[in-house]
């Protein structure tokens, strides 16, 4: 069974950086495809939304609109561990980070988004943004 653990999390200023990790166990990531979503302040666990996505098993990535150009995602297939990386924060990236993960079965390109599909998830961890 795969499990996820995520760390990195904090108070920071707005325009400061941070980096989350998301180290798993139990499998190797190698087929996997992980995400990460976010649950800001006041919203329901159905309001999660998918920030960043990386494929393991060839390196994809997808970012959300609103992340692109301050947030990178990467791997160390080494420490079985993916990263997101985090700059020029905002008040509004304000929430509890996620990671998840699924088996890569994609029958094309596009990665899964929907945090439905996502069987294994870590127990979060709290990014504040605030002066």
Excluded at 15 to 41: E, H, K, M, N, T
Excluded at 51 to 73: A, E, P, Q
Aim: glycine share 12%.
């Amino acid at each position: 069974q795969l499990q996820l653990v995520e760390s990195g999390g904090g108070l920071v200023q707005p325009g400061g950086s941070l980096r989350l990790s998301c180290a798993a166990s139990g499998i190797a990531l190698d087929y996997y495809v992980i995400g990460w979503f976010r649950q800001a302040p006041g919203k329901e666990r159905e309001e999660r939304e998918g920030v960043s996505y990386i494929s393991l098993s060839d390196g994809s990535t997808f970012y959300k609109d609103s992340v692109k150009g301050r947030f990178t995602i990467s791997r160390d297939t080494a420490k079985n561990t993916v990263y997101l990386q985090m700059n020029s924060l905002k008040p509004g990236d304000t929430a509890v980070y996620y990671c998840a993960g699924i088996l890569d079965l994609r029958s094309g390109t596009l990665l899964p988004k929907d945090p439905h599909q996502y069987h294994y998830w870590g127990q979060g961890t709290q990014v504040t943004v605030s002066s």
